[in-house]
């Protein structure tokens, strides 16, 4: 790992690699070209590299991926996301959604002639955020985390919608959370679902480090293709933060571990 693609800078002392998705992806892509040229230059060929569009949003791009022919020639596919550089043998799910209310609009003057939607859509959130979701062994907690508030139209007029975007950390499937939420919500607003992932359990290998992680990868859209695992450089901690950064040891770590990987993956297919 003597060069450094252009995307991303290196740190003055040269041991971190910053910049934008350095950690969530850049610096995963780099490792694993590096890991796969020194694959075929060790004569082994029957590797590929998959990159997806849109895994933070809607895995477009894994959904298209899925249904290409040559992923039912795949046995195993190592996904890569900042797991520093253990073994993740489980993800939680991801439920994607937004909650909408609507009011009456009036002048703010006179609020006794109107209703507030932002007002019912706060007390809707306090109650989600008083509500005990289920826990499971393995995977841990369910949590949920209010990512955005929209609504009103002016700051004189009572607001007649409003809206709440939220991401449900899932341990358990999506249905008892779903029943428990909309049980929560009432008929006091609308809920529109986003998307949604399951927790997966992930291939168990000796020799490395393993833990489950708590994010969500676009594995359960690429079932297509063969048993999943997850490895990748970088902590999760400094994804999406202002000074996202990977670790040049741990890049080069990274490409060590998905070479040994790979090795042994093909390993137990000859045998």
């Known amino acids: 790992m003597d060069t450094v693609p252009p995307f991303i800078a290196p740190s003055e002392d040269g041991e971190k690699i910053y910049g934008r998705g350095s950690c969530d992806a850049k610096g995963i892509i780099a490792a694993q070209i590096t890991a796969a040229e020194q694959l075929r230059k060790q004569g082994i060929e029957d590797i590929g590299l998959l990159y997806t569009v849109e895994e933070e949003r809607s895995s477009t791009g894994a959904k298209a991926a899925n249904e290409h022919p040559i992923a039912a020639k795949c046995e195993y596919m190592i996904n890569g996301e900042p797991t520093d550089n253990d073994l993740a043998i489980g993800s939680k799910g991801t439920f994607r959604l937004r909650i909408h209310t609507t009011g009456k609009a009036a002048h703010s003057a006179y609020p006794e002639e109107g209703e507030s939607a932002i007002e019912k859509l706060l007390d809707i959130l306090d109650d989600i955020r008083n509500t005990r979701f289920p826990t499971d062994d393995f995977f841990g907690e369910t949590t949920v985390n209010i990512g955005t508030i929209e609504g009103g139209v002016a700051l004189n007029v009572i607001p007649p919608t409003a809206e709440a975007g939220l991401a449900i950390r899932l341990t358990t499937p999506r249905e008892p959370i ?17 998307s949604c992932s399951e927790p997966v359990k992930m291939l168990s290998i000796e020799g490395f480090t393993q833990k489950v992680v708590r994010f969500t990868t676009d594995i359960p859209y690429l079932t297509n293709w063969g048993q999943p695992l997850l490895l990748g450089p970088g902590s999760i901690l400094v994804a999406h933060t202002k000074d996202e950064f990977v670790l040049k040891k741990d890049l080069e770590m990274a490409v060590e571990l998905y070479i040994a990987l790979a090795n042994k993956l093909l390993s137990a297919l000859a045998d």
């Open 178 to 194: 779903e029943k428990a939420l909309r049980s929560v919500v009432g008929d006091r607003a609308e809920i529109e679902v986003l």
